[in-house]
């Protein structure tokens, strides 16, 4: 956990204005590190990442849990404070560096782009998770010492996770909680393509804000699993939408770089694997 992966100008008043000291809690392809790194990167922000290895059960170590209770990444600590919740932590990033800002004005427009938030923490994080899973990470859980395996099952403090993680290791895309993952993507995605198609290109307009940050890794991972297709086949906004998200700068930094060769390829290898699965789910779905 105390590795250091990059550490660079933290204090350079010229990159930190204010000599902020960052620290980002982190593990390499994290969907909601990746939000808080996008963040980050389109504020112009440096900071020193520390990796927290999940498959290493390091999130549960006791140091770490008196910043991060709920032993998970990331955690953000700005001058000495952690902060929590990768959505908090960009609404507080937002907050803490306006330039540029990546929250709209107006109340109203701000609750329009915190419905993206919800959509993530209410169905697409628990979803991204368990396609995952059934996916790839299933396959490397099998290669574990069941040792191991129970930690990685133990969860701190959280039954309700570890019977989602037990029943997707065991029945894999069939797991009730794969098909709950399919479901709220389509609820997302279904209100995406006319959102688009009302205010695009972007999700609030003309200029990116937290309500695509959000969305990013959600869609990312989907699209580097080769499953997106099974939702996207017909709403091109959300298709275009994803190109331009792949042209954007701090989404290439933020995210895109940082993913590693052996990490893409896994996701290549393993994704095709459940496609037909998760088509013949989603089309039962819309059929009611
Ligand atoms: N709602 C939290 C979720 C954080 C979370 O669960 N992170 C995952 C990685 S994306 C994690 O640390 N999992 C720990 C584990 O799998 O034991 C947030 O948005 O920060």
Known sequence: MTDREF?????????NPGLHMLMLYDFGNSVCCQKVRI????????????RVDLFKTEQYDPE??????????????????????????????DETFPDPPLMPKTA???ARMRLWSKFVDEGLFDGV?????????????KNMSPELREKRFRNVGDPRRTDRFKSTYEHGVY???????IAAYERAFKLMEPTLAERGPWLLGAQPTLADINMMPFVARLAYLGLLGAWTANRPRINAWWERVQEWPSFRRGLHDLISEVEFAEMRAH???IHADVVKLLAGLRAG
């Not at 797991?175 to 709950?180: K, R, T």
């Open 175 to 181: 797991s009730p909680f794969v098909l709950h993952a």
């Open 129 to 141: 998770t368990e396609l995952s899973f059934s996916a790839m990470f299933r396959e490397r859980m």
């Open 64 to 93: 770490y849990l008196k910043l991060n209770p709920k032993g998970v990444v990331p955690t953000l600590v700005h001058d000495g404070t952690p902060v929590i919740e990768s959505t908090l932590i960009c609404e507080y990033i």
């Open 7 to 15: 550490s660079n100008n933290v204090r350079d008043p010229n990159i």
């Open 108 to 110: 109203a427009e701000r």
């Open 39 to 50: 963040t980050l990167v389109e504020k112009g922000l440096t900071w020193e990442a520390r």
């Open 271 to 273: 994704g095709p694997k």
